[in-house]
């Protein structure tokens, strides 16, 4: 592989190369800078996230551009604030023995006055955002009618974003004699079209197969029931103890969930969506380049232009909406040339999507199976073992040896090592000693039966219990009552379902004699509870009575329209998410409450009411919102 040397820079830019530690170009800096250097042509860079392409356009610009000339010559447009930055502090590092050359950032969320001011002192390079360079040229603001230099950087994302129209109005706006550089990722048919309405003749550069995904990158999936997906995002990162990743979410509503369960869990997660501030994404950001943060829970637009090294893993909890998307997501990890994963979880219904990912990547994913708890505790038993054996001593501890060694005296070299051990790994081994197996190859639906069937640990179960509407429970409190009586973690309890006089609900079979022995009997306001194990365990679409002889696919006392009896319910997912098998997109209505585990019917007709949930450990009646009918008997108090 040629040096940089070879490639046609002048020393000032070599010079900045060696301070960098620079060696090798990677391939899209190897063909496109000779290009660009020795020709003034329009150019179009396909190439993946991650490859070095502000480095292969950044070199010839600052190397072409005049630092006599004040005026401005070349502008860069790329797709969020933080890539906008990014560039602009690369620029400035490739041009820091180049004397008079100066480098503005123009983009959204900050002073638009102090812009302009940066932009008139004399700035030859402008690096901005469409929607913010278009204001500025609107308010005559800046003047780049007379450029020599347009790049388009990574122009599908731009486009993906909605900026269509600006970047024509841009482009439009400069003259047609310009050289225009685009780089991309994928090439789709909008891309396409701006090539050939506002370029010449481009050359073309591919690195890989055109649209294709990184040769760095491996790809996974993992097939779970809709249930346990954070779940299985939990055993995931407990199976790569050293994981440094971003797990991607559709909705900002699932990011924050997500985001929050982990910390709650006791990772170090945040969440990185388009209702935080500049001030908070930036202390986000900042404490993910630090790695202060393991796990960034991230949507797609707040994600993109996110450049931080060596990130381990790019989770997908929810696969786009948009297929193309994946590319973009599994670009976060495996650059410069360091190998990454790209793991999936999905639903059985999901499978055809990754088999359309596999024709647009041109790469085969592999499945995999949820690891075990005892493969966990494996893992962690051994990470923590080396990373005992890593660790540098401090000898500031010197001084406090000798009562250390005294208090340890009793102990043989064995037994020290064991308790040492346990220390840290206990927690694990508390936790998954009695956890199910999470991987399935089925649906979320069983087969009913008329025969008792077995119940195992890893099962789930359904039960009915004697307590319902006229009891004052909807669905969201009676969770809450079989949580904190029975003493159940947040998702342990599932697929509940009110009726008039009673209700149904789903606990793993382990929990069925905690179930049994603390409900059954136990009194409720004088009432004495009764549970039974239902023959039908949530599945189908049977249409049984109530205790008054309604159809329970009918309307229920200051309920939800058209509810469907417990056969006509898909599990929820977490944030409030439906695991719908005709569509993957989240329901537009969700109700409200950040981070706390919610359930949906599939039901198109059913909607989630407004009003919040009270946080009350007694069972109360929520008062009707304006979209959920009022009850037809008065409310009991």
């Given at each position: 592989m040629n040096k940089f040397e070879q490639l046609g820079l002048n020393e000032s830019l070599l010079l900045a190369v060696k301070d960098l530690g620079f060696e090798n170009p990677s391939e899209v800096q190897e063909k496109a800078i000779p290009i660009l250097l020795e020709?003034?042509?329009?150019?179009?860079?396909?190439?993946?996230?991650?490859?070095?392409?502000?480095a292969a356009f950044g070199f010839p610009l600052i190397q072409k551009i005049d630092a006599d000339d004040k005026s401005t010559q070349g502008l860069i447009l790329s797709p969020t604030r933080e890539l906008c930055l990014q560039i602009t502090n690369e620029i400035k590092q490739y041009s820091k023995y180049i004397k008079g050359l100066h480098t503005v950032a123009v983009y959204g969320g900050a002073s638009i006055t102090e812009q302009a001011r940066e932009v008139k002192r004399g700035a030859q390079i402008i690096v901005a955002t469409p929607g913010r360079m278009q204001d500025m040229i609107n308010r005559g603001l800046v003047n780049i009618k007379n450029i020599n230099f347009c790049v388009l950087d990574e122009a599908d994302e731009m486009l993906n974003m909605g900026f269509y129209d600006d970047i024509c109005s841009i482009l439009s706006d400069t003259p047609d004699e310009k050289n225009t550089w685009l780089f991309s990722a994928t090439m789709p048919q909008e891309v396409a079209r701006i090539a050939k309405q506002f370029m010449h003749e481009p050359q073309e550069i591919t690195v890989?197969?055109?649209?294709?995904?990184?040769?760095?990158?491996?790809?996974?999936?993992?097939?779970?029931?809709?249930r346990d997906r954070y779940e299985a995002l939990k055993r995931l990162a407990d199976a790569n103890p050293d994981i440094f990743s971003v797990v991607f979410c559709r909705t900002k509503r699932d990011t924050q969930s997500v985001a929050e369960k982990l910390i709650e869990d006791g990772y170090n997660a945040a969440a990185l969506h388009g209702d935080l501030s500049q001030a908070q994404r930036d202390g986000v950001m900042k404490a993910f380049r630090g790695r202060q943060i393991q796990m960034l829970v991230a949507t797609d637009v707040a994600a993109r232009g996110i450049d931080v090294d060596n990130v381990t893993h790019v989770v997908n909890y929810q696969l786009p909406d948009e297929i193309e998307t994946y590319n973009h997501r599994s670009g976060r990890t495996g650059r410069?040339?360091?190998?990454?994963?790209?793991?999936?979880?999905?639903?059985?219904?999901?499978?055809?999507?990754?088999?359309?990912?596999e024709k647009i990547i041109k790469q085969k994913f592999e499945e995999k199976s949820i690891p075990s708890g005892i493969e966990i505790c494996e893992i962690q038993l051994l990470h923590l073992a080396n990373k005992i054996h890593d660790t540098e001593v401090d000898h500031e501890i010197d001084n406090y040896l000798p009562a250390i060694y005294e208090v340890f005296q009793d102990l043989s070299k064995e037994e020290l090592v064991k308790r040492m051990v346990s220390v840290e790994f206990n927690r694990f081994l508390s936790y998954y000693k009695s956890k199910r197996d999470l991987s399935s190859q089925g649906s979320d639906r069983g087969e009913r039966s008329s025969e008792p069937r077995e119940i195992r640990a890893g099962d789930p179960v359904r039960y009915f219990i004697n307590i319902g509407a006229r009891d004052d429970f909807d669905w969201m409190q009676l969770k809450d009552f079989l949580k904190e009586t029975l003493e159940l973690g947040r998702d342990d309890v599932f697929k509940v379902d009110v009726k008039e006089g009673f209700s149904f609900f789903n606990t793993d079979g382990e929990h069925t004699a905690k179930v049994m022995d603390i409900l059954n009997g136990f009194d409720l306001n004088g009432r004495r509870i009764n549970v039974e194990i239902s023959k039908n365990d949530g599945g189908g679409n049977s249409s049984r009575r109530d205790h008054n002889g309604r159809n329970s696919g009918g309307r229920r006392d200051g309920g939800f329209r058209g509810e469907r009896s417990s056969?006509?319910?898909?599990?929820?997912?977490?944030?409030?998410?439906?695991?719908?098998?005709?569509?993957?997109?989240?329901?537009?209505?969700?109700?409200?409450?950040?981070?706390?585990?919610?359930?949906?019917?599939?039901?198109?007709?059913?909607?989630?009411?407004?009003?919040?949930?009270?946080?009350?450990?007694?069972p109360r009646r929520s008062a009707p919102s304006s979209d959920q009918p009022r009850s037809r008997r008065p409310r009991r108090d």
């Open positions: 020709q003034n042509t329009d150019i179009v860079a396909l190439a993946q996230t991650g490859t070095g392409k502000t890989g197969a055109k649209n294709s995904g990184s040769s760095t990158v491996s790809h996974e999936f993992y097939m779970v029931n809709a410069a040339g360091k190998l990454g994963t790209s793991i999936v979880i999905v639903t059985k219904s999901e499978i055809r999507k990754i088999h359309a990912i056969g006509g319910r898909r599990e929820g997912g977490f944030g409030g998410r439906s695991e719908s098998r005709s569509s993957d997109r989240a329901p537009r209505t969700e109700r409200r409450g950040e981070g706390r585990s919610t359930e949906r019917r599939s039901d198109s007709s059913e909607r989630a009411p407004r009003n919040e949930r009270r946080s009350s450990a007694a």
